[in-house]
C-alpha cells in the first residue's frame, strides 16, 4: 500500500522567510502527486499537481514544487511567505497508471506565519 | 452550483443513531469521492462512485457505513448505529472524469455524543 509521510507537522515562520515543507511517498512506480491547502474556515483547494513533465511544478500564489524520483519526494516551496499562507497543507498521492486511482493524503503540515 | 456542496455543515447526534450526509458535486462531474478526516490527520478514502456505481468501497470502515448516488450526481453518505469514534469531518470530492484534479466540498462535521 502507498503512504505520505509529511515530516514537519507545524511550522513557524515570519514574513518574508523561505518555506519549505517535505513530502515522501512509498510507492516505488509511476505517481501523480498533489499539493492542496486548507485556509482557516476554508475548504480544500488544489495548490499545485505532477503528472508528469518538467519536475519543477509552479503552482498558485508563488508556490512551487519539485519532484525527485530518486528521492520519492515533492517538496512545496514558496520564496518568500506572507501572512495569508497561514493554513495547513496536505501531500497526496495516486498511482500514475490511468484511470482511478486512489488518493492517499499525508497528515498535513500546518504552517503559521507571523506578521 | 459553483463548487461542491455538502449539507449539513455540523451534525450532532447520539450514540447508536443513524445519520445522512449529502453530497451535491460540481455539475458535470462524473466521479465522486468520500474522505473521513480525524483531528489531526489527512483525509482518508471511503468511496468513489463513478456514475451511480461505487466503484470502489474499500475505505469504508465497517458495514455501518453505506453511500449511494442514484442518479449519478447527489450521494448521501449513511452511517447506521453511530459510535463516538465515528465523530470527524466527513468530506466529498468530484472529478470531471476519473483520474482528474478533484474538487472538495466544505465537509459536514459529525459529533457523536
Known amino acids: 500500500a502507498q503512504s505520505v509521510s509529511q515530516h514537519n507537522h507545524h511550522v513557524i515562520l515570519s514574513e518574508a522567510a523561505s518555506l519549505e515543507l517535505g513530502c515522501n511517498y512509498s510507492?516505488?512506480?509511476?505517481?501523480?502527486l498533489f499539493w492542496y491547502v486548507q485556509y482557516p474556515g476554508q475548504h480544500l483547494q488544489l495548490l499545485l499537481k505532477?503528472?508528469?513533465?518538467?519536475?519543477l511544478v509552479k503552482g498558485i500564489k508563488g508556490f512551487e514544487a519539485e519532484f525527485i524520483k530518486s528521492k520519492f519526494s515533492f517538496n512545496l516551496r514558496k520564496p518568500s511567505v506572507q501572512w495569508s499562507d497561514t493554513a495547513e497543507y496536505f501531500c497526496?498521492?495516486?498511482?500514475?497508471?490511468?484511470?482511478?486511482?486512489?488518493?492517499?493524503f499525508g497528515i498535513g503540515t500546518k504552517l503559521q506565519v507571523i506578521p | 452550483g459553483a463548487g461542491v456542496s455538502q449539507t449539513p455543515s455540523n451534525k450532532v447526534t447520539e450514540k447508536g443513531k443513524y445519520v445522512e450526509l449529502r453530497c451535491d458535486p460540481i455539475?458535470?462531474?462524473?466521479?465522486l469521492y468520500w474522505y473521513r478526516q480525524s483531528l489531526g490527520q489527512g483525509p482518508e478514502f471511503l468511496i468513489y462512485?463513478?456514475?451511480?456505481?461505487?466503484?470502489?468501497d474499500s475505505g469504508l470502515p465497517n458495514d455501518r457505513f453505506f453511500a449511494v448516488r442514484p442518479e449519478g450526481s447527489v450521494s448521501t453518505l449513511k452511517i447506521q448505529r453511530t459510535e463516538r469514534g465515528d465523530s470527524a469531518v466527513y468530506l466529498c470530492?468530484?472529478?470531471?472524469?476519473?483520474?482528474?484534479?478533484?474538487?472538495f466540498g466544505p465537509g459536514t462535521r459529525l459529533l457523536v455524543l
Open positions: 470530492a468530484s472529478s470531471l472524469v476519473t483520474g482528474e484534479t478533484q474538487y
Open positions: 510507492y516505488g512506480g509511476t505517481v501523480n
Open positions: 505532477y503528472f508528469s513533465g518538467d519536475p
Open positions: 497526496a498521492v495516486t498511482r500514475g497508471s490511468g484511470g482511478y486511482q486512489k488518493v492517499t
Open positions: 455539475s458535470g462531474h462524473t466521479a
Open positions: 462512485f463513478q456514475g451511480t456505481g461505487a466503484a470502489d
